[in-house]
């Protein structure tokens, strides 16, 4: 439980995609701290003892539910809505899986796969995977938004101008987050909880893992942002980087051909030095591995570095 | 001076662009280390009392000078030439420049602007930008590369499957990198030493500075190796990430149009917070901001965050 918090919103209040006529779950006051119940992004249909049917099964009508949404009293369009992430409390099983169709390497990797996860949810130590790997943890909310202007259901898979699913690693405990406000009273919701991602999430999934989250939510008048910004109070990247990184590149004049390549060499590299198999070498990547381009200026070829934690493996 | 180094190459040994049939500057045995004296990026036309006309009358037949060659004794095409970088011999002059035509933002920023920076090469504590900024040091070589297999003159600016002006942050002392290896001798070169820069490199260029470097040269037989790769034996961002950052988002389904406009919103950040003119705010993020994508898979629009070191101001 949440001693900070003012309101609960229980998971029963969920949404599958964004809707500015979706009905408060809440009214809200400018200051409040919430604690959502977030699902995790199968909504409960991959869970502790789930086996690869159940990816082939997924009922993707049942996909990333968003608790909420909170009507902040006052917000405007043009207003940003201030997200301080306060606190999770992680549920200590996750999944990782290559969804047929979904990834950036979907073509390559047609065949369903899956791994359950297992972790301290109150030690938060790195969780296991394949041979020798253990994973750094460190959770954070996939998907968080406000409702957009547009009337009608919007799918909640695109993140937006007004944020969602953006799966941006780095909204941690700790964080502030703006998004743009373009309805009144903004209509925020949050889910698609993470134990853990690299930048990227390569494979299309993280560790996708239930829990809950408190975040307060405040107004900037006026603010009329472009796009989702953040601060971090502090450093990012500190569970991964202490052994350093094995890193690997794509170099080339489009920036999508160049991220495709650096991941695919990590895949072989760590196919050959570790002894993955290709796919769980994938869904590796996309847990820990971060995605960065390294320069955007040389013409007119780019380069686009994958950046693999070698704390994985010591 | 290099210690431990078993030879010398002189600035005077330089070349403008890549050509198997180039003639080595030394031909040196696997495991020999080398001191390159490297000139900057604007082979000296721009040095400690530059002013913004000697960015206009820059001579691009003379950018980017590469010291070199090395002939490997025993290289051959498919093998992989390993470097270890020793050590940098910092000069404590540098500069940045827009030049116009040139920078991820070229089309915004079309007048020439110049940024001479002094530091200390023996402390390397950040130097001094603007209202308030202080950007941290890290030094490193932005191109380092071998000699394609294509016969002919190569230009220097692009990087290629063989390296060269790749301009990754994060080849700094201590650092292994491997190229593939396409002719004979492998001929390597290095040059275009940085100061400081933020992945993406987003004017065009970073703290461009003069400095020697002292590297290992080794091989690894039957590499086959793709496109470069590298080992970092440590973390890479504590230089810049001990405040915590400022971060904006490009959100949409091209990649570079969400890099842009990650980097357009960040210096609208500065420009508004830190009275920074939009141009000095430009070059400030090239020499320290990163460019991450932080997710690629959610069809579909994908979501790339440039990343700002709140340390610089505090």
Known sequence: ???????????????????????????????ATIQFECMDSS?????????????????FSKVNPVTGPVYVEGAEPGDALKITIREFTPSGVGWTANIPGFGLLADQFAEPALHVWKYDPASMAPSLFGPGGKVPLKPFAGTIGVAPAEPGLHSV????????????RDLTSGVTLYLPVEVEGALFSIGDTHAAQGDGEVCGTAIESQMNVAATLELVKGANLASPRFTTPGPVSRH?????????????????VATREAVMRMIDLLTAEHGYSAVDAYMLCSVC??????EVVDLPNWVVSFYFPRIVFS
Chains 1, 2 share one sequence.
């Open 157 to 168: 898979v695109p993140p937006r101008r007004v944020g969602g699913n953006m799966d941006i």
């Open 289 to 294: 591995g971060d995605l960065r381009i390294s």
């Open 240 to 256: 991964l980087d202490g052994a350093g990184y094995e890193a690997t590149t794509g170099i080339g004049p489009d920036l999508m």
């Open 1 to 31: 439980m949440c001693v900070a918090c003012d309101y609960t919103i229980h998971r029963a209040k969920h949404n599958f995609g964004w809707n500015r006529d979706f009905a408060p779950a809440l009214v809200a006051k400018p200051g």
């Open 43 to 59: 909504g409960g249909q991959i869970g502790a003892n789930a086996t690869l049917q159940d990816v082939i099964d997924l009922d």
